[in-house]
């Protein structure tokens, strides 16, 4: 499943294409992709383990949900950082997120009038009428 990849089902929701950003070996993030393949919703997954991830979609959502819940502080990646490693400054936490991917809350869904951060059952069943 590596870089963009485009799931196609019989029944596409009537919305423009959501992306799903996340790490293809990371259990949420399957269980989140096997849910939409399910659910018939069509998607594209783009895996910024491989593909990076730009910061535009990181401001738009730490501005939507904030920055202590982008920032996956319950990563293991983000308690092997030392102190002095953990950011200090939204910018400083952009630039660590980018270099560092495993700490950003998955998935990041993002899609016309939709954006929803981690793994909810309830909001995904509501977002998308199933």
Same mark, same amino acid.
């Given at each position: !499943?590596?870089?963009?990849?485009?799931? =196609?089902?019989? #029944?596409? %929701?009537?919305?423009?294409? %959501?992306?799903? =950003?996340?790490?293809?070996?990371?259990? &949420?993030?399957?269980? &989140?992709?096997?849910?939409? %393949? *399910?659910? /018939?919703?069509? =998607?594209? @997954?783009?895996? =910024?383990? $491989?593909?990076?991830?730009?910061?535009?979609?990181?401001?738009?959502?730490?501005?939507?949900?904030?920055?202590?819940?982008?920032?996956? &502080?319950?990563?293991? $990646?983000?308690?092997?950082? $030392?102190? +002095?490693?953990?950011?200090?400054?939204?910018?400083?936490?952009? *630039?660590? !997120?980018?270099? +560092? &991917?495993?700490?950003? +809350? /998955?998935?990041?869904?993002?899609?016309?009038?939709?954006?929803?951060?981690? @793994? *909810?059952?309830? #909001?995904? +069943?509501?977002?998308?009428? #199933?």
């Amino acid at each position: !499943m590596g870089g963009v990849n485009r799931c =196609y089902v019989n #029944k596409v %929701i009537k919305r423009k294409m %959501i992306r799903i =950003y996340g790490i293809k070996n990371c259990d &949420t993030i399957k269980k &989140t992709l096997r849910w939409m %393949i *399910d659910n /018939r919703i069509e =998607y594209q @997954f783009h895996d =910024y383990k $491989t593909l990076g991830v730009d910061i535009d979609i990181l401001e738009r959502f730490i501005k939507k949900f904030g920055l202590e819940t982008v920032l996956n &502080t319950k990563s293991r $990646t983000w308690k092997e950082l $030392t102190e +002095k490693e953990r950011p200090k400054s939204e910018k400083e936490a952009i *630039d660590l !997120m980018r270099k +560092k &991917t495993s700490i950003i +809350k /998955r998935p990041i869904i993002d899609g016309k009038n939709i954006q929803l951060l981690g @793994f *909810d059952l309830e #909001k995904f +069943k509501e977002t998308f009428g #199933k």
